[in-house]
């Protein structure tokens, strides 16, 4: 203090006038205070300078729908993201400026999917006394719906890739991101472009083979709403490109999600309390009985009002293919694509050969664009599900080391960002090999096929072994570290 009163006494006595001037600033108060220096990237507005303003007043407001720093995903509660998985967060909860802080909720929802799997074989046993599901449909599932998001660990979806690309070149407006308007229409518009890909889905060939997979199962429980087919978001990412004209890509990546996540608890046979509006098990009953006559699909999501405004409601006539007699993944994908690269090559005519690609499963040579109804088999009740039979050791064995390859992917997700590209590929490469062989031993093929699987197997728990000894696989457990090895 001394010193400090010292220093302010010389300052006077060398510059009268200033200290007079500052006696003066601090009596008068903050009011009268120098005016500050312009910050840096200040434009002129008028005769001030203002900072450059980056965002809109509404972005301000946005703490209030969501938590985090601007530029990385919100955090979730448990009670938003259940409410999720049945489309009923409200907008205020689900709106985001920016795409980076719109959250991974179907990444988070994986712990609710393995809880409702759980609760419907409860329920399914109490009602029925009989299990919803078959282990080796099950991992089959979940291995397709695994593989199918594994393009995302590497990059972003194409169907975001391409929205934001028509969205900064091509947009004619811009709606507001934060209005429950724009949430609302974006809903029915996703869902709506949801309706068409799945009407084409069915009836042009080439998207047929494509979406196939997630109708190939001879089971419908909970498993083959996970069951997903990779090459289908390549063939549905143009349906949604129109809403890319005026509707931020923030809130189209939130219902593309809630899109999503809401067809899996309708694809179960234990639930009885749909409501008309809703898309039905009884329009989704395809699955199980392929092929029906009497049988009808819809293409919708959430709704079957398209359906039913237009009419649209057809005799089921895709599954003209061989039903599937494979449990194995890749050839589950692969198959559908071969039996149209044979049926194009054994066709006449070069607009056969486009016929072939672009109408309808069904279709051949002189017959409709989709086929004739009298060409769909019929369906008896009577059909025997491929269930190869298997020692129960097998089945055992599967089921413990499915469960180790999901606690694998699973943190795979949750430490993406802090891996190198290398041991990323090297994970997913593990997971597939994984995958691949767990399909191979459920066939329990008596060929060539069977000694084929069992040295994929042994070969890939020796890649297991060493490269977790190496370090490039962890588990989020560290107390199942000894046992992974075991």
Not at 14 to 39: D, L
Not at 420 to 440: A, D, E, M
Not at 450 to 473: N, P
Request: with cysteine; proline share 7%.
């Amino acid at each position: 203090t001394i010193k400090r009163e010292i220093r302010n006494l010389s300052r006077s006595q060398k510059h009268p006038f200033k200290s007079r001037m500052r006696k003066r600033s601090e009596a008068a108060g903050p009011s009268q205070s120098p005016r500050p220096r312009p910050a840096a990237g200040a434009v002129r507005c008028g005769r001030e300078r203002r900072p450059q303003c980056t965002c809109s007043r509404r972005a301000e407001r946005s703490g209030a729908m969501g938590s985090g720093a601007v530029g990385s995903p919100r955090a979730t509660a448990p009670g938003q993201q259940l409410r999720a998985l049945f489309y009923v967060l409200p907008p205020g909860e689900s709106t985001f400026r920016t795409v980076e802080e719109v959250p991974d909720y179907v990444e988070k929802s994986i712990p609710f999917f393995i809880a409702f799997i759980g609760l419907e074989f409860a329920v399914s046993w109490i009602q029925r006394r009989k299990l919803s599901g078959r282990v080796n449909d099950g991992i089959s599932c979940l291995s397709l719906g695994i593989l199918s998001r594994l393009p995302d660990v590497l990059f972003r979806s194409i169907d975001l890739i391409s929205y934001i690309y028509v969205w900064n070149n091509y947009r004619l407006f811009e709606l507001p991101w934060d209005s429950p308007w724009t949430w609302y229409l974006t809903f029915l518009g996703v869902d709506f472009a949801y309706y068409c890909f799945h009407r084409m889905g069915h009836e042009v060939n080439i998207l047929w083979a494509a979406h196939q997979v997630h109708h190939s199962s001879e089971d419908y429980n909970l498993f083959t709403a996970l069951r997903q087919s990779v090459l289908q978001k390549y063939t549905s990412w143009i349906f949604n490109l129109p809403m890319a004209l005026f509707i931020p890509p923030s809130v189209f990546a939130v219902h593309l999600q809630f899109n999503l996540l809401y067809q899996f608890w309708i694809h179960t046979e234990v639930n009885q309390f749909f409501k008309p509006y809703l898309n039905k098990k009884e329009n989704k009953y395809i699955n199980k009985h392929q092929g029906d006559k009497n049988t009808f699909f819809n293409s919708d999501s959430a709704f079957v009002g398209p359906d039913r405004i237009y009419i649209q409601y057809r005799h089921k006539n895709s599954n003209m293919i061989p039903r599937n007699k494979e449990i194995s993944l890749l050839q589950s994908i692969l198959r559908p694509l071969a039996h149209i690269w044979n049926t194009f090559w054994a066709t006449p005519g070069f607009c056969n050969k486009l016929s072939v690609i672009f109408k309808g499963p069904g279709w051949g040579p002189g017959k409709p664009r989709l086929g004739l109804p009298e060409d769909i088999p019929v369906v008896t009740g009577k059909e025997v599900p491929f269930n190869p039979s298997i020692p129960a050791y097998l089945n055992c064995y599967a089921v413990v080391h499915f469960a180790v390859i999901m606690d694998l992917y699973t943190e795979l997700l949750g430490t993406v960002t802090m891996l190198s590209p290398g041991t990323v590929l090297l994970r997913i490469g593990f997971i597939i090999l994984s995958l691949t062989s767990f399909g191979l031993l459920l066939e329990n093929r008596q060929d060539t096929e069977h000694a084929f699987s069992g040295i994929l197997e042994i070969i890939r728990c020796l890649v297991f072994v060493g490269v977790y000894k190496l370090g490039y696989l962890r588990s989020q457990f560290s107390f199942l570290g000894y046992a992974y090895e075991v």
